[in-house]
Structures are given as C-alpha cells and as structure tokens.
C-alpha cells in the first residue's frame, strides 16, 4: 500500500474514489483539519463496501471565503447551465418513464432519438445510486420489463429497464455459518428465558424457606 494524494477538491465536487458518505463525513465533520496550516491527523481505518479501507490524512486547508465575481463568473455560469439541463433532462426522463410504462415507449424513445445500451447485471450489495433504484423496483412479470430512472455517480439521467431478477446463491460454508449463527442465537434465547424463568422461580423458594424458618 502507498499514499495517495488528491488535488484540491470541495464538498460539491469530492473525488469519486473517495464519494463514499463514512469517507465524506470523516474529512469534513472528523477533526482531521490541523492548526495554523500544519497538517492533520491521521483518521482511523474507515472501512465501505466490505472490501475497501482507507486512513485519511488531511495535508492542507483553505477555509470557505467568498470569491470576487469576477472570478467565478464562468463557474457561476456552468453551474446555472448544468443546473437547468439536470432539470429538464429530469422532466424528459420522467414522460419517457410515462410512455414506457404506457406501452408507447418505442415510439417515444425514437423520438426522443435514445435507446438502451447493452444489459448489464447489478449486484443488490452495490452501492453506487443505480444498482440501489434498480433494486427498488417492483419485480418485473415474465416478459414484460419494470421501468425506472436514476442520477448516476457522474450527475447523468438514467433510464432503467429491469428485465429480471435472480435468487442470489450462497456458497455451502456461509450457508453453514448462517445455520450456526442461528442456531446459536436461538440457544442463546432460550438459555436466557431459562434462566429468567430460574431466577423467578428461585425468589419464590426463598420467600418459603424464610416462611418457614420464621
């Protein structure tokens, strides 16, 4: 393993190989900022999608400052333009969705001089916005395709068409260690409902024993 560093970047515009929310939520809300422009502390080990971690380190900081117009004009611009074509590609998406799930979606696609790329399979454990919508949507019938959108990772409209859905699989050794677990939990429970049954009744035999003695 090696460090990596990054270029500058804000909170509208994380790197995509750390947009992860435990990743964001770290270098913005964890402390991580040094003083007087020395630089942070390392972060503890933040682990995402089961198989990834990182340690962050924040190397250096310029705090939030308004900038002259001049000097963001054009930005200010590209985020208007970029904004407004977000919302109608949003509204676009949306009668496309009306017209697939009418029937009439050939038609409209043609028009609209779009079609669906190639198939692809997801993964429910994917993380990314367009596995989670697809894994959303009502189970499609035999034949007959579930409709959806989503904004991907990079701020496109998606058009989703889930043509089916497949049982997921476990390997005979997490299908072993399932059983195990719940096998164990089960004795758990019952050895404790055993013991508070115990204890209940061991307060009753004591309240006769000192009865009696009495």
Do not use: C
């Amino acid at each position: 393993m090696k460090a990596v560093e990054t270029g500058w970047f804000g909170h509208d515009n994380l790197p995509e190989e750390l947009n992860f929310k435990p990743v964001s939520d770290a270098i913005f809300n964890g402390g991580l900022v040094g003083e007087n422009g020395a630089p942070g502390s390392n972060s503890d080990i933040i682990t995402v999608d089961g198989d990834r971690a990182f340690v962050l380190r924040v190397t250096d900081h310029k705090a939030e400052a308004v900038k002259p117009l001049a000097e963001v004009k054009d930005q200010v611009i590209a985020q208007v333009k970029h904004s407004k074509a977000e919302q109608q590609a949003k509204l676009d998406a949306e009668k496309l969705l009306a017209a697939l799930k009418a029937g009439k979606g050939d038609e409209a696609l043609k028009a609209a001089g779009l079609s669906f790329g190639e198939a692809k399979t997801l993964s429910r454990t994917g993380q990314d916005p367009v596995s989670q919508a697809a894994f959303s949507l009502s189970q499609p019938a035999k034949g007959k395709p579930g409709y959806g959108t989503a904004t991907d990772m990079q701020g496109n409209v998606v058009l989703l068409a889930l043509d089916e859905v497949k049982a997921g699989t476990l390997p005979d050794a997490q299908k072993k260690a399932m059983v195990q677990g719940i096998t164990q939990n089960n004795a758990q429970i019952t050895f404790e409902a055993m013991m508070s049954n115990l204890r209940k009744e061991a307060k009753i035999k004591l309240g006769d024993v000192i009865t009696q003695q009495q």
